[in-house]
């Protein structure tokens, strides 16, 4: 039958069954072409504003909605939650009103613990660059920058636990099952390099935030858009060195047997995004192999760029050398990186209960130098124009002492500071305040959903 008769005018593969099989074949093979040739550029040609998305690869590049100096996120998190009046907004009040009992309308207090006497903060604030910004002695490098910084006054979140805490300033929300900022970044605008991931974690050697992998998680999302967590010494990843005897052939010739028995296997299981990022981690793996190994090698960086993140000082070694990894990424186009100071639970992490100021003295310790590094790092390579920097943890602490005459700070989530920099961010400046005694979030408030 003639399908001509029935349709005024036919496809070109409608017109037998041997030219639609001959069309659709053609049309596979064409597959490899689209994905050589986004590969090198060559789909971009013509296209207003951009490449053109490719379907084919969940981390190709893509473009920006709207015009934007940004392309790069570090979120240097702080984890345990570090208080406010003891960083970045000052209350002289605290001074005047310190060892007397709090008598405010806030809610304090977490997981039933008693509600101490007001206490001022034991480390000076003072005023830093044109700005006049003012910042605690806790921070003397990153203070340097301070006309570079935007202190965010009035955040505010909607939980004082930590897992949940975490979990929304990473994700928007306080139960899981959300993606994660890197996620959405991931597949909103892809990555520039395809021998790394598009989002990396550095975690603290002393342990993860609570809540752990569901931090860095895609969601409802592919799998794909997950983040990688990197190691910051030794491999970055387990098991990614090639086997002892085993040659790079041997190697090529194994996953090439091994991708067609997936996708075979995927054929009948289509829609399952973790068993397609499953298959798809054994490539990347593949192309890892030399670049994620050469990204975390800093031993070839001059002794001035090792002395200035601090990596010979047992303090700042292990944060500095996450940030040294960090501006590398950067070079090579990764998206989004997140590191984190402090690990496990209470005094090794920010979160000071039985002794704020011991604690934030050493965790503060370990970080200054290193982000003060980035920063000036960031500058001299010309990153700092394209990169955003944020700064802050899940909540802060309140400005009463845990307890009678103790030291410690409990949660504090209805008023906390955060900073961002870089990217055009306008900085030597602080948005918002909280209140006299720095308990609650009073003016612009900020919650977490506003700040991403």
Same mark, same amino acid.
């Given at each position: 039958?003639?399908?001509?008769?029935?349709?005024?005018?036919?496809?070109?593969?409608?017109?037998?069954?041997?030219?639609?099989?001959?069309?659709?074949?053609?049309?596979?093979?064409?597959?490899?072409?689209?994905? !050589?040739?986004?590969?090198? +550029? %060559?789909? *971009?040609?013509?296209? =207003?504003?951009?490449?053109?998305?490719?379907?084919? @690869?969940?981390?190709?590049?893509?473009?920006?909605?709207?015009?934007?100096?940004?392309?790069?996120?570090?979120?240097?998190?702080?984890?345990?939650?570090?208080?406010?009046?003891?960083?970045?907004?000052?209350?002289?009040?605290?001074?005047?009103?310190?060892?007397?009992?709090?008598?405010?309308?806030?809610?304090?207090?977490?997981?039933?613990?008693?509600?101490?006497?007001?206490?001022?903060?034991?480390?000076?604030?003072?005023?830093?660059?044109?700005?006049?910004?003012?910042?605690?002695?806790?921070?003397?490098?990153?203070?340097?920058?301070?006309?570079?910084?935007?202190?965010?006054?009035?955040?505010?979140?909607?939980?004082?636990?930590?897992?949940?805490?975490?979990?929304?300033?990473?994700?928007?929300?306080?139960?899981?099952?959300?993606?994660?900022?890197?996620?959405? !970044?991931?597949?909103?605008? +892809? %990555?520039? *390099?395809?021998?790394? =991931?598009?989002?990396?974690?550095?975690?603290?050697? @002393?342990?993860?935030?609570?809540?752990?992998?569901?931090?860095?998680?895609?969601?409802?999302?592919?799998?794909?858009?997950?983040?990688?967590?990197?190691?910051?010494?030794?491999?970055?990843?387990?098991?990614?060195?090639?086997?002892?005897?085993?040659?790079?052939?041997?190697?090529?010739?194994?996953?090439?047997?091994?991708?067609?028995?997936?996708?075979?296997?995927?054929?009948?299981?289509?829609?399952?995004?973790?068993?397609?990022?499953?298959?798809?981690?054994?490539?990347?793996?593949?192309?890892?192999?030399?670049?994620?190994?050469?990204?975390?090698?800093?031993?070839?960086?001059?002794?001035?760029?090792?002395?200035?993140?601090?990596?010979?000082?047992?303090?700042?070694?292990?944060?500095?050398?996450?940030?040294?990894?960090?501006?590398?990424?950067?070079?090579?186009?990764?998206?989004?990186?997140?590191?984190?100071?402090?690990?496990?639970?209470?005094?090794?992490?920010?979160?000071?209960?039985?002794?704020?100021?011991?604690?934030?003295?050493?965790?503060?310790?370990?970080?200054?130098?290193?982000?003060?590094?980035?920063?000036?790092?960031?500058?001299?390579?010309?990153?700092?124009?394209?990169?955003?920097?944020?700064?802050?943890?899940?909540?802060?602490?309140?400005?009463?002492?845990?307890?009678?005459?103790?030291?410690?700070?409990?949660?504090?989530?209805?008023?906390?500071?955060?900073?961002?920099?870089?990217?055009?961010?306008?900085?030597?400046?602080?948005?918002?305040?909280?209140?006299?005694?720095?308990?609650?979030?009073?003016?612009?408030?900020?919650?977490?959903?506003?700040?991403?």
């Amino acid at each position: 039958m003639n399908p001509s008769r029935f349709i005024p005018n036919p496809t070109p593969c409608g017109r037998s069954r041997r030219e639609f099989l001959w069309q659709v074949g053609g049309g596979f093979a064409g597959l490899a072409l689209v994905d !050589l040739l986004s590969r090198t +550029g %060559s789909l *971009n040609a013509g296209v =207003p504003g951009g490449p053109l998305l490719d379907l084919t @690869r969940p981390l190709a590049p893509k473009p920006a909605h709207f015009p934007t100096r940004a392309k790069h996120v570090v979120f240097l998190f702080m984890n345990g939650g570090p208080s406010q009046v003891d960083t970045f907004d000052p209350k002289p009040a605290l001074t005047r009103y310190h060892g007397k009992p709090y008598s405010g309308d806030a809610k304090v207090g977490s997981n039933g613990r008693p509600v101490g006497k007001l206490m001022q903060s034991p480390f000076e604030f003072q005023h830093h660059g044109q700005s006049g910004l003012e910042i605690s002695s806790l921070f003397p490098h990153t203070a340097k920058f301070a006309d570079d910084l935007c202190v965010i006054r009035s955040m505010h979140s909607d939980t004082a636990a930590h897992a949940s805490g975490c979990l929304q300033m990473n994700s928007g929300s306080i139960f899981i099952g959300k993606p994660c900022l890197g996620a959405w !970044l991931s597949y909103g605008l +892809g %990555s520039s *390099n395809e021998n790394l =991931p598009s989002f990396v974690v550095m975690t603290d050697p @002393r342990g993860g935030p609570i809540g752990s992998a569901s931090n860095w998680s895609a969601g409802y999302m592919p799998a794909a858009y997950q983040g990688t967590l990197f190691r910051s010494v030794g491999s970055p990843l387990l098991d990614l060195a090639t086997p002892a005897g085993t040659t790079d052939r041997m190697q090529r010739e194994s996953l090439d047997l091994l991708q067609r028995l997936n996708q075979e296997h995927l054929q009948t299981r289509a829609g399952e995004s973790e068993l397609a990022a499953r298959i798809e981690s054994y490539e990347v793996a593949y192309r890892m192999q030399t670049s994620a190994a050469e990204v975390v090698e800093v031993g070839r960086e001059s002794d001035v760029t090792r002395e200035a993140y601090g990596l010979n000082d047992r303090v700042t070694a292990d944060f500095g050398r996450k940030c040294l990894i960090t501006r590398r990424l950067l070079e090579r186009g990764v998206r989004f990186i997140q590191l984190y100071s402090g690990g496990g639970h209470i005094e090794d992490t920010w979160d000071g209960h039985n002794d704020c100021i011991g604690n934030h003295r050493l965790h503060a310790a370990e970080t200054d130098r290193p982000i003060a590094a980035l920063i000036a790092d960031l500058k001299r390579t010309g990153l700092w124009e394209e990169t955003i920097l944020v700064w802050g943890g899940e909540f802060g602490r309140t400005p009463t002492s845990e307890g009678v005459d103790k030291p410690g700070r409990d949660h504090d989530w209805h008023g906390f500071s955060m900073w961002l920099a870089g990217a055009g961010v306008k900085g030597g400046q602080a948005i918002g305040a909280t209140d006299e005694l720095g308990f609650k979030a009073v003016e612009e408030r900020c919650h977490v959903s506003d700040l991403h």
